[in-house]
Nanobody
Framework: QVQLVESGGGLVQPGGSLRLSCTASGSIFRINSMAWYRQVPGKERELVARIVTGGSTDYADSVKGRFNISRDNAGNTVYLQMNSLKPEDTAVYCC??????????????WGQGTQVTVSS
């Protein structure tokens, strides 16, 4: 059993910052990648940022230069530092991770999502 638990969402004014966290726990053998997606009602879910084993990252064009994804030393927690936030960043942000369990099965897991609202 694997769980992803997110935290850090909330209401922030335009130009402000938030940091999201996502921690994976359970029967984990190896975490291969961790990523943040966001979704707005009526729109497709969008990949915001991803970090893979080895530390390589990639970002959606809309957040490059403003958002930064990182992992802690243990590798089980991923962070999304969001700066210079805009109203169009408002969305539910979900953590996703590809994890190989101790039983040798690799699957994608999702967190429950955290709301980010950018508004004055």
């Amino acid at each position: 059993q694997v769980q992803l638990v997110e935290s850090g969402g909330g209401l922030v004014q335009p130009g402000g910052s938030l940091r999201l966290s996502c921690t994976a726990s359970g029967s984990i053998f190896r975490i291969n990648s961790m990523a943040w997606y966001r979704q707005v009602p009526g729109k497709e879910r969008e990949l915001v940022a991803r970090i893979v084993t080895g530390g390589s990252t990639d970002y959606a064009d809309s957040v490059k230069g403003r958002f930064n994804i990182s992992r802690d030393n243990a590798g089980n927690t991923v962070y999304l530092q969001m700066n210079s936030l805009k109203p169009e960043d408002t969305a539910v942000y979900c953590c996703r991770s590809r994890i190989r369990t101790i039983r040798g099965v690799e699957s994608a897991y999702w967190g429950q999502g955290t709301q980010v609202t950018v508004s004055s």
